[in-house]
């Protein structure tokens, strides 16, 4: 049996979600809430997933369509690509907001006002919700406590 690429995916992200499930389960008590909450409804989700794309395979023929959805592809992987990268380099709170505005503005083709919306948008959760209200740690980045000192 020659598996598609879509039963590929649904089997890793199968095993993913079963690996965090049984993971999870090492934890105490309430840190093992978290891990099972996504690790469980995954699991299903990935298995009924796998199972379809098992027993209901969908031939592909290549089309014109196919090489668009391929470089749309490509541009998106890139895009979180530079996200990863920049939240590396600078942390959350730092690359976060310019990137969401970058790739709104320049990704999306969307208006400057939207863009600036989401980007300030990204800003406020994750320094004004999480850092400050929540107190919560973000990570902080690689290169910016060496720039800063």
């Known amino acids: 049996m ?3 690429g879509r039963a590929i995916t649904s089997l890793v992200m199968l095993a993913i979600f079963a690996a965090m499930t049984v ?9 093992r809430m978290m891990p099972l909450l996504v690790g ?4 299903i989700m990935a298995l009924a997933q796998l199972i379809r794309d098992i027993r209901f395979p969908e031939v592909e023929t290549p089309t ?26 600078f942390g959350f709170v730092y690359a976060a907001p310019p990137l969401v505005f970058a790739f709104m503005r320049f990704g999306q083709k969307e208006s400057w006002v939207v ?3 989401g980007g300030v948008g990204t800003w406020a959760i994750l320094y004004g919700m999480f850092t400050r209200m929540l107190e919560l740690f ?4 690689l290169l910016l406590p060496l720039l800063i000192g």
């Not at 993971?23 to 840190?31: N, Q």
């Not at 973000?138 to 980045?141: S, T, V």
């Open 2 to 4: 020659i598996f598609s």
């Open 23 to 31: 993971i999870g389960m090492s934890y105490p008590e309430k840190a």
């Open 40 to 43: 469980i409804p995954g699991a």
């Open 64 to 89: 014109e369509e196919t090489a668009s959805e391929f470089r749309r592809e490509i541009k998106m992987f890139s895009w979180l690509a530079l996200f990863f990268v920049g939240v590396i380099g």
């Open 115 to 117: 863009a600036l919306i």
């Open 138 to 141: 973000l990570f902080e980045g």
